[in-house]
């Protein structure tokens, strides 16, 4: 349910050894691909890929990335065989405190 916490790991990770707690804040929405299996949908900063986020609002008033900054490693898979060969970060903002904050949750 909503608000429910889960400890996330990859022991196939680069990074195997992180761990990171995330909470469940929404429900799948039906007209989402993918909402028929059990699925975590994580809120990466730069990692959305627009062709399947439903809910992107970067861009609009009161947000700190447009969307194109929010998509820099959306489809990190075309550029290489893991997120590092395959994204770079370097293209975010930095000018805001709040900006330089989500590209380190990028990089």
């Not at 489809?75 to 065989?81: D, K, L, R, T």
Request: aromatic share 6%; hydrophobic share 30%; proline share 6%.
């Amino acid at each position: 349910g909503c608000g429910k916490c889960v400890l996330v790991s990859n022991p196939s990770a680069v990074n195997s050894d992180w761990k990171a707690i995330v909470m469940k804040k929404n429900r799948c929405p039906p007209e989402a691909q993918g909402c028929d299996k059990p699925h975590l949908d994580l809120a990466v900063p730069g990692y959305d890929n627009l062709a399947f986020s439903l809910s992107n609002i970067c861009g609009n008033s009161g947000t700190i990335f447009s969307q194109a900054d929010s998509t820099v490693c959306g489809s990190w898979w075309n550029s290489g065989a893991d997120t590092i060969q395959g994204c770079s970060c370097a293209s975010m903002p930095e000018s805001t405190e709040d900006q330089r904050l989500l590209k380190s949750g990028c990089e």
